[in-house]
C-alpha cells in the first residue's frame, strides 16, 4: 500500500491486477519481457542423441507425440506476467472450483491399498479394445504415497509399454533434467498419463478412450490429493480442465481441479521437437517454483 498526499492509499498489486485483467478482456494476450535464461542442462539436452534417435520432423516411436497441434510460440506470454503479483493472485481460473477431492484424506497405507485395488482394475481393463489387445501392460504410476506434486502426461509410449512405467524413454529423460533443474527430483513427485494403456503407434488417444480412462486417473488423484497437478502436454490439459483451449491461452497461470492447483505446459517430447519452446516451460516451472518457495538460480546453469 502507497500513501499518497497522506490521505489517498492505493494497493498498486490490486491496480495492477486490474490493469491485466483488462488487458486480458480487451484480447491482448501478449507483452514483451526480457528472456530469462534456461538451464544449460535443459536448453543442450539431449547432447549425445543423434538425429536418428532424437524426435525431430518425426515423433519418436518411444515418445507419445502431443496430440493436438500445438500452437506458434509466443514471444511472451501476459499471463506470464502475472507471476510478478502476489501468490493469491495467480489463480485466475476456476475450473471445477467448487468440486473437492471426492475421498477422505486417507492414511499412507489406505493410500496404497486403494491405489493397489484401483491398479488392480487398471490390469483387468479392456474398455478400449483397439488397444487393450497390443498393449505389453498397463502403465499406472509412480511416487509417493502422498504427493505435493503429480506429473500428468498423456500416454504411454513404447518405452513405457514395455517398462510400466510412465516417462522413461527420452521425453521422460527430459522430464526429469526439468525437475532437476527446478529443484525437484524424479522420486518426489507422482507420475502418471491419462491413458493407462499405449495407442497403437503412439497415436493421439481418443476423446473415447481418455473418457474411458477417465474414472481411473480421477481416483487415483482422488486417493492422492495432490496440492499441485503439473498437466504435460494438450492432452493432459485437456482431460484435467475439461477444455479444449491450446497450451498457449492456458499456461503462465494457475488452474484449479478438485483443491489442486493446476499448471499447463508443453509435452517434453514436444520440447524435444521443438527446443525453442523450452524456454516457455521453463519460465512455467519459475512459476511453480516461486509458488513451492523453492529459489531460482539466475546463472541458468542449474543441473
Ligand atoms: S486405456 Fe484405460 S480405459 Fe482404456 S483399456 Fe486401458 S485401462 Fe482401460
New binding site residues.
Partial sequence: MMEIEGKDRVDWSHTAEQLLRHWQRSGVTHLPVPQTPLPESIASWPKLQTSSTVPAAAPSSTSPKPSVAEPAVPQADLASTLDHLPKQSLVLDSVLADSTWSLSDLSENGRAEALKALNE???A?????D??CR?TQ?VFGIGPLRPKLVMFGE?PGAEEDRAGEPFVGPAGQLLDRILVASGLARDQVYIMNT???R?PNNRT?TDI?ME?????FERQLDILQPEYIVCWGAVAARAILKTSDSIGRLRGRFHTYKQAKVMITYHPAYLLRTPEAKRLTWEDMKMLMRELGIPIRSTGTQS
Wanted: aromatic fraction near 4%; glycine fraction near 0%; hydrophobic fraction near 30%.
Fill in positions: 482394475e487398471v490390469v481393463c479392456r474398455k478400449c479394445t488397444i487393450a498393449r498397463t500416454a491413458l493407462k494403456c495407442p488417444p478412450e474411458n480412462c477417465r474414472p481411473f
